[in-house]
């Protein structure tokens, strides 16, 4: 009896204990409007919180001695030791603004706390072009081949992802990837984007996130352009090979609740090539935000991108070597195209209460693509020549929606805080065909031709568990799919359909040794979807190959501006089959596997001065076929990226960077080799008031390099065999531009 009434006075003690919290609201010094996005770490417990759209944040298990701090990229660093009046009770915080540092980023419980670190190169040094901002994804390296008219070529972790089979590109929650597109999958033309108007990067490698889905198997990049902006600004730049752009940021509405402002961009250039170009882009968006800093923000864009060139092709190495044509001139300069998307998207935040929150979005897009080009010139027709046109007419409807709550459990130092989401995709692609073509005129024969309709319906679940120095990150996704392809070169109706389920386990750990270690592993399932037209010609066997990852890494501050991350990785796909939209020809490829380390370092020496490497090296191969055989054609093993940029130094700021890429495989048995090279940039500014003029230079050093190659089997008029080698396109000699930018 009295071991009973022990206990139960023990219980009652316990019971009784009041676990302390701390809340309050964080604002800007400048306007006294509260901040979204703040962080808010215990560095004593390692728990941590964000602000919400109301600026509003709630952290528990205060005790005191406690130490709190406040950060946001762009902000001085606030830190505030808890005392017994903060108990329980709410409190205000103003950030002062300040110029962005390394040290304005803390390493947190957080499952992709390295974009945060990321996101410091972009502010010290901006992109200049539409080109550059992948360039910022560590380890990721593009080529172009069409002189911006084409979307980017992207190498990432062993993998040539063409145009972006293996990565997931969202803007603002709206996908860049096409699926099922009339010149590969998974094409991601990011040139609608302004990159004056990026605000921030979220990226992460690896399939370990529920919240993604198709083509997230090498990593993810999400785009977030900004909703406000706090000067208008007009620039102008031009530059050798006829180059002239021309932007302006207008602010239109500049409300206590209400902003909004419009971006424009046009770009006009010849080329290099001794064809000129004839490039042009225009790009318009209007960008509106809503915020009642109570307890929801909407954010609103309209967009329209169009863009048209003639290209010189990739050229044949025997071609250039035999005196025939220069490294600048062309085998075929008929070779060119079109294309424009019109976008349209909403963005809607609802804080439901202090734990809870509903974020929602919906897009629509409506895009047309036309591209001529000639691979092999005469193998195929030895007298009108290899021309192929490839065109579709596309719309895109989606939308998603999310419910996040947190919860502080009953045992002390557990915080639990779930996501569940629902969504889907339709594209509608009408009239998606692959034809012969004449001088970009005459129709020559027709080898694909049809309608594809493809539906992707999805829902996830994914919830963050942490207790003292370790967090556990679980998700699941699942996604149906259903593809429908009407071939219209049948005479008698010809429509195929198949559906498909695909089940996507997801488990990240995360050790926080310190608020300068963390520890992490990483593992999942991912996939990129294969095109419709291959889904309906295999039955709908094998046609959602899966990929399985594993990440083991460290991100690490020694000192306060000073962060080194490194992973171990391993990547694994299993047999898929790939349409080759150039070719329309479905091409089966077998499992591949893939091994590698990545290493960054980003170290602020002073407070106008920054420096940044990252190092990736990878073994890639294919499982299927024997050594020696099993090299994938074009699959980088070693690259690297990085920078000096400087700010504030008198009224100059600029940077030098670089780019590498070694040499690789062209082919499966390394019998053909990509030449590698090393690349070199250079910007210069000067700022007086509110003017800036600027000189921007592209390969400082005038390197002779090729930016994209490929082993291709062709033949040149009146050859008498084909012959299989590199052709490639010749990357920018030395490129100055001027630029001039005035803010008011």
């Known amino acids: 009896m009295k071991k009973h009434i022990l206990l139960y006075m023990l219980f009652a003690v316990f019971s009784s204990v009041k676990a302390h919290e701390l809340s309050g609201i964080v604002v800007s010094e400048d306007n006294n409007k509260p901040l979204q996005g703040v962080g808010v770490y215990n560095k004593t417990t390692g728990a941590y919180t964000y602000t919400n759209v109301s600026g509003y944040f709630e952290l528990d298990d205060i005790s005191i001695n406690d130490i709190i701090y406040f950060y946001q990229l762009g902000y001085e660093n606030q830190e505030l030791v808890i005392v017994e009046k903060h108990l329980d009770s709410e409190i205000n915080i103003t950030l002062k603004i300040s110029s962005a540092s390394l040290d304005q980023v803390l390493i947190v419980s957080k499952v992709n706390v390295l974009s945060n670190f990321v996101n410091v190169d972009l502010k010290t040094s901006p992109v200049k072009s539409s080109q550059e901002i992948l360039r910022k994804i560590p380890g990721l390296i593009i080529g172009q081949h069409a002189g911006g008219g084409k979307a980017e070529q992207i190498f990432l972790r062993g993998f040539d992802i063409d145009h972006g089979t293996d990565i997931a590109i969202d803007v603002d929650g709206m996908p860049v990837n096409m699926v099922s597109h009339a010149h590969g999958q998974g094409y991601a033309d990011m040139h609608f984007i302004i990159p004056e108007t990026i605000d921030n990067i979220d990226f992460a490698k690896g399939a370990y996130y529920a919240n993604k889905g198709n083509f997230n198997t090498a990593g993810y990049v999400d785009i977030n352009t900004k909703k406000t902006i706090d000067d208008n600004i007009v620039s102008v730049e031009a530059g050798q090979y006829g180059t002239l752009r021309a932007l302006s940021m207008l602010k239109i509405v500049d409300e206590e609740h209400s902003k909004a402002y419009l971006a424009s961009e046009l770009m006009l250039s010849d080329g290099v090539f001794e064809s000129p170009q004839n490039f042009n882009r225009i790009n318009v968006m209007g960008r509106y935000n809503f915020n009642n800093y109570k307890d929801q923000e909407f954010n609103m864009a309209i967009s329209h991108f169009q863009s048209k060139w003639d290209a010189s092709g990739q050229i044949p190495v025997r071609a250039v070597e035999s005196g025939l044509i220069s490294r600048f001139g062309a085998i075929d300069d008929t070779e060119g195209g079109n294309t424009s998307r019109s976008n349209f998207w909403i963005n809607h935040t609802k804080e439901l209460d ?6 929602s979005s919906a897009y629509l897009s409506k895009y047309d693509f036309e591209l001529f080009s000639n691979f092999t010139f005469f193998l195929e027709d030895p007298v009108n020549g290899d021309q192929i046109h490839q065109k579709e007419d596309r719309t895109i409807i989606g939308a998603k929606t999310a419910y996040e709550h947190s919860l502080h459990l009953k045992d002390h130092d557990a915080q639990l805080k779930y996501e569940l989401g629902v969504g889907f995709r339709y594209d509608d692609v009408n009239d998606v065909q692959l034809s012969r073509t004449l001088n970009r005129q005459t129709i020559l024969e027709r080898l694909a031709y049809g309608n594809i309709d493809e539906l992707n319906g999805f829902t996830y679940a994914h919830l963050t568990y942490k207790k003292n120095k370790w967090t556990l990150n679980p998700g699941l996704r699942l996604d149906y799919f259903n593809f429908d392809y009407e071939n219209l070169l049948t005479a008698a109706y010809d429509n195929k359909s198949e559906n498909k389920f695909l089940v996507s386990p997801k488990l990240n750990f995360i050790y926080a040794a310190s608020p300068k270690l963390q520890v992490f592993a990483k593992t999942g399932l991912g996939y990129h979807s294969n095109d419709t037209r291959v889904v309906t010609a295999n039955n709908g066997k094998k046609i959602l190959p899966t990929a399985f990852g594993a990440d083991l890494g460290v991100i690490m501050k020694p ?58 090296y990878t073994y890639a191969r294919s499982s299927d076929d024997p050594s020696g055989q099993d090299y994938i054609p074009l699959a980088p093993d070693l690259t690297s990226s990085g920078g000096l940029s400087f700010r504030d130094l008198g009224n100059f700021s600029g940077g030098l960077s670089y780019r590498f890429i070694k040499d690789r495989p062209a082919n499966e048995d390394n019998s053909i080799v990509a030449d590698g090279y090393f690349i070199t940039d250079f910007n210069l500014n000067y700022n007086h008031k509110n003017w800036t003029f600027g000189l921007i230079v592209e390969n400082l050093f005038d390197s002779e390099w090729n930016e994209t190659q490929f082993a291709t089997e062709s033949r040149l008029f009146n050859e008498p065999d084909a012959v299989e080698e590199i052709h490639f396109t010749p990357g920018t000699p030395f490129f100055l531009r001027g630029k001039i930018s005035v803010r008011f």
Do not use: C, M
């Open 559 to 616: 000192i306060d501006r000073l962060v080194i991350n490194a992973a171990l990785w391993s990547l694994f796909l299993q047999q898929e089959f790939v349409y080759v939209g150039d070719a329309g020809i479905v091409e089966p490829s077998g499992k591949t596997k893939r091994y590698g380390v990545d290493f960054g370092l980003r170290y602020q020496l002073t407070d106008g001065l920054f420096f940044n490497t990252d190092v990736n």
């Open 354 to 359: 202090e734990h809870s929150s509903i974020k």
